[in-house]
T-cell receptor
């Protein structure tokens, strides 16, 4: 039972570098989300998608991009890493957008130095 | 941005004690969820409430949704060390933002043996 799989689990980036955080789910969920979690700040929504080919901004989208070419995959791209992007990133998916359970991956801990 | 306020932010209690944590907003939720997160893991759903005044029980955990659907509480009876973790409430709002799940900052609970 894979559920939501995120890679990598840990990464250190230098300022200005780029990287893609991978997220894949095998539950055939239409809705997928990217959150970041900073200490004492809960989870903030970066981007979400309601289906293949459809994405939209969340609360904190600046500095990030996403794509959704398939139902299964929802990668998050950081183009020019900044120290403010140091955080733990969680990908989640749900069968519907409202009131249904969101399943989370184990997270990617990113440090930008 | 819809805000969810959780209180208290931190809670340290002895095994066997009872406790209540709160989740409040000025906005009306279409549904509200409680998640529990352990260190190094993603949040895991505990319960979803959708009807004003609804009460749900999960073993020693009792969840209540306010009549006006603006607030919720989680009560734990006879807390155990295994209850230690970060408790997050998440609200889904009706209208244009209904695809988004907005999280509170969480209550970090420590149960001391």
């Amino acid at each position: 039972n894979a559920g939501v799989t995120q890679t990598p689990k840990f990464r250190i980036l230098k300022i200005g570098q780029s990287m893609t955080l991978q997220c894949a789910q095998d539950m055939n969920h239409n809705y997928m989300y990217w959150y970041r979690q900073d200490p004492g700040m809960g989870l903030k929504l970066i981007y979400y998608s309601v289906g293949a080919g459809i994405t939209d901004k969340g609360e904190v989208p600046n500095g990030y991009n996403v794509s959704r070419s398939t139902t299964e995959d929802f990668p998050l791209r950081l183009e020019l890493a900044a120290p403010s992007q140091t955080s733990v990133y969680f990908c989640a998916s749900s069968a519907e957008g409202r009131g249904t359970e969101a399943f989370f991956g184990q997270g990617t801990r990113l440090t930008v130095v | 941005t819809q805000l969810l306020e959780q209180s208290p932010q931190f809670l340290s209690i002895q095994e066997g004690e009872n406790l209540t944590v709160y989740c409040n907003s000025s906005s009306v939720f279409s549904s509200l969820q409680w998640y529990r997160q352990e260190p190094g893991e993603g949040p895991v759903l505990l319960v979803t409430v959708v009807t004003g005044g609804e009460v749900k029980k999960l073993k020693r955990l009792t969840f209540q949704f306010g009549d006006a659907r603006k607030d919720s509480s989680l009560h734990i009876t006879a807390a155990q060390p295994g209850d230690t973790g970060l408790y997050l409430c998440a609200g889904s709002y009706s209208g244009a933002g209904s695809y988004q799940l907005t999280f509170g900052k969480g209550t970090k609970l420590s149960v001391i043996p």
